[in-house]
Nanobody
């Protein structure tokens, strides 16, 4: 029901935009979030956005470089990633919270996409 795409192999300093399209139900009232998991590490919260466009704080590691946005008419959430670094290499997951919280804890998210791999070379 959540399909993430847009990952790929890029060089440090490049940009990518990830998309997460929802299907099967209307996620327009849900909080949407991005998490990421680097090889050998735990899943990490990146940022969340409420259905009205309110945003959680960004993870310190991406602050000033990543921007989350959503288009409720398209049932899609985006993650614009600029000035990518090798340490941004990870599988990026989108997730949805039907209760509209802006939590950074993955236990509050009911729906998860399959993930899209971002690899940043130095």
């Amino acid at each position: 029901q959540l399909q993430a795409c847009g990952g790929g192999l890029v060089q440090g300093g490049d940009s990518l935009r990830l998309s997460c399209a929802a299907s099967g139900r209307t996620f327009s009232s849900y909080t949407m979030a991005w998490f990421r998991q680097a090889p050998g590490k735990e899943r990490e919260f990146v940022v969340a956005i409420s259905w009205t466009g309110g945003r959680s704080p960004y993870a310190d590691s991406v602050k000033g470089r990543f921007t989350i946005s959503r288009d409720n008419a398209k049932n899609t959430v985006y993650l614009q990633m600029n000035r990518l670094k090798p340490e941004d290499t990870a599988v990026y997951y989108c997730a949805a919270d039907q209760y509209g919280r802006l939590s950074g804890s993955n236990r509050y998210y009911d729906y998860w996409g399959q993930g899209t791999l971002v690899t940043v070379s130095s």
